[in-house]
């Protein structure tokens, strides 16, 4: 018996070390990230920016509809809206044989009706704004790949862009994905950085309409198809972006065949950046376009209240406008998801991006747990679900161990929260 004991004790100190060698910045990391008090949702949408009046209209729905759910505090439900300013002028472009980019902006009076759906938003707390690119590409490589000829364009390829610049009310989510990536140059695949100096010109560009439209520019940026680097970030920094919205990873670039690079680096909620940029984690994805129920929110918000991490629900412009049907259905599942989050988690708070990240970088944040035991039971949920460490921990037995001490602790569960076991 006693040499048995001695082997399982042998085991278990061999594993810990094990997961402390291979894993030891990320245990690390995990306990800095800071610890929720408290359930936090919030809807982050993209793509909004020029396009058909209709847009407009969709825009008054869902601030009608988010009005109207409140957590117990009183606040709506916040939904961000990733700004894009501007899109091509197509029929400039064609008259110039696509030698020259020209574009329509927020700021043209054609889309006054969308800004001023955005205003109405802002102005009671609903919608909140945040950049996301002047243009949902790098221009330059849509027009080196609508002329083909040196680009990696094929005929193809070059053909079915001309026919969407031709295209009523055009959308850039009908791009191809990796024409997407506005922080690369992606004329020729795979992609190649941009020149420094052409960053900050369009980073400055695009804080310049912002200003102009709304009267200032967001200090929140959302990086187009979370494709960016050091030098993006710097430029963000220097005119005012003090939050950067992240998967939990940075993606710096497109291969040969259009998808994405490997990672180069991972990120938790409350980690800095360059100057001093905060990061927040968006990992939840809501589209009911693609048949997403409000069910996936329930079961990722149990999970992420028993991390003490923030829900941010990433959603697009393309759930919410195009046929009633489609658009009332989309707007309509959203609302089940929130009031269905708000009877599990009757604590829950909504608040936007910049508000969360304002927590996130203030320790006595009456949002952050600073207790010990709660952190460890925290502590102990999150490596239990780290995808880095998770064969390490199943096969040897520290799942079981961590599961156990996660409940030892108190196991931060926001009990209180009648409904939480059901989510």
């Given at each position: 018996m006693g040499i048995l004991f001695f082997l399982i004790l042998g085991w278990f100190g061999a594993s810990v070390g094990l997961l402390i060698a291979l894993h030891g910045r990320a245990l690390a990391a995990a306990w800095r990230e800071p610890v929720l008090a408290r359930p936090v949702v919030i809807i982050e949408s993209d793509d909004w920016g020029p396009g058909p009046a209709e847009d407009a209209t969709a825009l008054g729905v869902l601030l009608d509809t988010l009005t109207a759910v409140r957590d117990a505090a009183g606040h709506p439900a916040v939904m961000t809206l990733g700004v894009v300013g501007a899109v091509p002028d197509g029929a400039a472009m064609l008259a110039s044989g696509n030698t020259r980019y020209a574009r329509r902006s927020l700021a043209d009076c054609d889309f006054v009706p969308i800004v001023e759906a955005m205003r109405a938003g802002c102005r009671v707390g609903v919608f909140a704004l945040q950049r996301h690119g002047l243009e949902h590409f790098w221009p330059a490589s849509l027009l080196a790949r609508l002329r083909g000829g040196a680009s990696s364009a094929s005929p193809a390829e070059s053909d079915a862009l001309q026919r969407w610049l031709h295209t009523p009310g055009?959308?850039?989510?009908?791009?191809?994905?990796?024409?997407?990536?506005?922080?690369?140059?992606?004329?020729?695949?795979?992609?190649?950085?941009?020149?420094?100096?052409?960053?900050v010109c369009a980073v400055g560009e695009e804080a310049d309409l912002l200003r102009q439209v709304f009267g200032d520019a967001p200090d929140v940026a959302v990086p187009n198809t979370f494709v960016w680097d050091d030098r993006v970030e710097q430029a963000w920094a220097a005119s005012g972006v003090r939050c950067v919205v992240t998967p939990g990873r940075r993606y710096e670039g497109r291969d040969a065949a259009g998808q994405l690079v490997a990672p180069t680096r991972r990120m938790r909620n409350g980690e800095r950046g360059c100057g001093d940029v905060c990061y927040v984690v968006r990992d939840v994805y809501f589209e009911p376009l693609r048949g997403h129920r409000a069910e996936r929110v329930w079961e990722a918000l149990a999970e992420k209240v028993a991390e003490g991490r923030p829900v941010l629900l990433e959603t697009h412009r393309a759930n919410f406008v195009g046929p009633l049907p489609v658009r009332d259905a989309a707007i309509a599942e959203l609302e089940r998801a929130l009031r269905g989050a708000l009877a599990r988690h009757p604590d829950l708070r909504f608040m936007s991006t910049a508000e969360l990240a304002g927590a996130l970088r203030d320790p006595g944040s009456p949002l952050r747990v600073l207790a010990l035991r709660p952190r460890l039971a925290v502590w102990c949920a999150r490596l239990e679900r780290d995808p880095e460490a998770a064969r390490l921990l199943k096969f040897s037995g520290l799942g079981a161990v961590l599961r156990a001490a996660r409940y030892l602790f108190g196991d931060v569960t926001f009990r209180r929260s009648p409904g939480a076991a059901g989510c």
């Open positions: 055009v959308r850039t989510e009908d791009l191809p994905a990796y024409l997407q990536s506005r922080w690369v140059d992606c004329a020729r695949l795979p992609s190649s950085p941009l020149a420094p100096a052409e960053i």
